[in-house]
């Protein structure tokens, strides 16, 4: 089992030691686990920084790898909050240290905070939600390289309030995922959607991962984006039949920032 997606107190959204996180990831028998810390510069709330103490963050992945070497397989990650106006800072910090694995997620478009549902919806449709939503990760994916895979593809789902039309953004969509493709590019399996109770609004969806398979693409994480031990490796088997349903047989993992596919 793997979970390429987790968080510890290094995280502003988070407060469990790293430790806690591994043990946990252990007692799940997870045999490989990316810590995958967020950095979101120049978020727009000013209450979560979303910032990293590198310096700090390095050292203990580098002693969580020694210290849990012959029990489990710490994979030194990252989580980089992507905006059209911090690429570059992203890029600086994707490149500073010897990571391994690195999520490029949308936290944030077009200056809004996607947690704050009364400004992102403020005096706009659902409808144009979505398609400045998807343009906005369009425009800044193609200017960006210093990533692996994209997280929680479809987020916005989460926090809107009702769910647009597929053939409003299919178009935008399928752009996305065959850039990925082309570039060797992934997108993650991220089963956070479970424990928000999202149906089959899955992050992303059944027909997302089809369309990736479809234009060619082969990278594909399972995580948990757990922020607390009782959701690492959480949905782990119901990832797995998800990638199945839509045609994948392999998933994933990280070296150096370079895939290794394990069958599942």
């Given at each position: 089992?793997?979970?390429?997606?987790?968080?510890?107190?290094?995280?502003?959204?988070?407060?469990?030691?790293?430790?806690?996180?591994?043990?946990?990831?252990?007692?799940?028998?997870?045999?490989?686990?990316?810590?995958?810390?967020?950095?979101?510069?120049?978020?727009?709330?000013?209450?979560?920084?979303?910032?990293?103490?590198?310096?700090?963050?390095?050292?203990?992945?580098?002693?969580?790898?020694?210290?849990?070497?012959?029990?489990?397989?710490?994979?030194?990650?990252?989580?980089?909050?992507?905006?059209?106006?911090?690429?570059?800072?992203?890029s600086r910090a994707a490149n500073?240290?010897?990571?391994?694995?690195?999520?490029?997620?949308?936290?944030?478009?077009?200056?809004?905070?996607?947690?704050?549902?009364?400004?992102?919806?403020?005096?706009?449709?659902?409808?144009?939600?979505?398609?400045?939503?998807?343009?906005?990760?369009?425009?800044?994916?193609?200017?960006?390289?210093?990533?692996?895979?994209?997280?929680?593809?479809?987020?916005?789902?989460?926090?809107?309030?009702?769910?647009?039309?597929?053939?409003?953004?299919?178009?935008?969509?399928?752009?996305?995922?065959?850039?990925?493709?082309?570039?060797?590019?992934?997108?993650?399996?991220?089963?956070?959607?479970?424990?928000?109770?999202?149906?089959?609004?899955?992050?992303?969806?059944?027909?997302?991962?089809?369309?990736?398979?479809?234009?060619?693409?082969?990278?594909?994480?399972?995580?948990?984006?757990?922020?607390?031990?009782?959701?690492?490796?959480?949905?782990?088997?119901?990832?797995?039949?998800?990638?199945?349903?839509?045609?994948?047989?392999?998933?994933?993992?990280?070296?150096?920032?370079?895939?290794?596919?394990?069958?599942?």
């Amino acid at each position: 089992m793997f979970d390429y997606h987790t968080h510890t107190f290094f995280s502003d959204d988070a407060n469990i030691p790293m430790d806690e996180m591994i043990e946990a990831a252990c007692k799940a028998g997870i045999t490989e686990m990316a810590i995958t810390d967020h950095y979101d510069p120049l978020y727009p709330d000013p209450d979560y920084t979303f910032l990293l103490d590198f310096e700090a963050y390095q050292k203990a992945l580098e002693k969580a790898q020694a210290t849990f070497k012959d029990r489990i397989t710490i994979v030194k990650g990252m989580e980089l909050g992507l905006q059209s106006h911090a690429l570059e800072e992203c890029s600086r910090a994707a490149n500073a240290y010897p990571y391994d694995f690195i999520i490029g997620s949308f936290h944030c478009a077009q200056g809004f905070d996607l947690y704050r549902r009364d400004l992102l919806f403020k005096d706009r449709t659902v409808e144009e939600v979505y398609i400045g939503f998807y343009t906005y990760m369009k425009d800044c994916l193609a200017r960006f390289e210093d990533f692996n895979v994209v997280g929680h593809f479809n987020i916005i789902d989460r926090y809107s309030p009702e769910i647009a039309k597929d053939s409003l953004t299919k178009e935008l969509r399928e752009d996305i995922l065959r850039n990925l493709a082309e570039r060797g590019k992934g997108i993650e399996i991220n089963t956070s959607s479970y424990r928000y109770k999202m149906g089959r609004r899955t992050t992303p969806t059944l027909d997302i991962l089809k369309t990736f398979k479809k234009v060619g693409g082969e990278v594909i994480t399972i995580g948990s984006d757990a922020h607390y031990p009782e959701h690492v490796g959480d949905h782990h088997a119901d990832a797995v039949a998800l990638a199945k349903e839509a045609g994948f047989r392999y998933v994933a993992t990280f070296r150096e920032r370079k895939p290794s596919f394990i069958a599942v």
